[in-house]
């Protein structure tokens, strides 16, 4: 099972801190700035820099930077817009996105189910039977991220489902995710990895979260 992470700037790499520098200073040399890449609250509000916004959403060439960096720069600006201003969301949501677009969180899985494409709650249901004290949290750790990003990113292809097939609709998906991550949230292993608290925030404010992530979609992403 993959360790959850509680954010993904841990996960960032040289090119993403070349191009920060490049959009923030002119220069192509990230040195001038490590102070600031290494202080959380001076790196927060380099990230919600409009330059960098806007680089990231009208780049003039090529962007070469992580999914990381790219969602961490949008889903911040979305949040903020909501009303939301929590970096440990913000953070790990990011991380969820990212991650997605790695196609690492359900590999493992698809690997011994290659016949279930896991849109359907049911499908995490079957895992979760049966499963022993520690898979589960991880189980719903999985089945959290995705129908976080599932919601999130995809709400049409949720509710056109709904209206051809009579399949669970949009809020039904938005209220497994949150209980998935309120599961998650009372199991020891949340705690040894720090996560408790950041799924106390989210499940706080996860349908406001939702709704940013399907404006995002709307708007900077062609899916």
Known sequence: MMTPSKSCRDRLQPRDFHFLARVLTGRDD???????F??????????DDDKVFHAVVDPPGPLGI???LYFLVLVRKNLHRAGIHD?????????????HAHGEPLAERRERNPGVDFTYHLDFLKDLEGAGNYERFFLQVQCGNHFLWLSGLFPQFLQ???LRRGAPDLRYYESVARNAFLEARHH???????????YRRLTDCFGETRQALNLLAENHLFL
């Open 38 to 47: 290494l202080d959380p609250e001076n790196f927060d509000l380099l990230l």
């Open 30 to 36: 990230p040195g001038g700035l490590e102070g600031i």
């Open 66 to 68: 992580t999914p990381e």
């Open 188 to 198: 020891p292993l949340a705690v040894e990895f720090e996560l408790d608290e950041v």
């Open 87 to 99: 970096s440990l969301v913000s953070d790990y949501v990011a991380g969820v996105l990212a991650g």
């Open 160 to 162: 056109h489902r709904s």
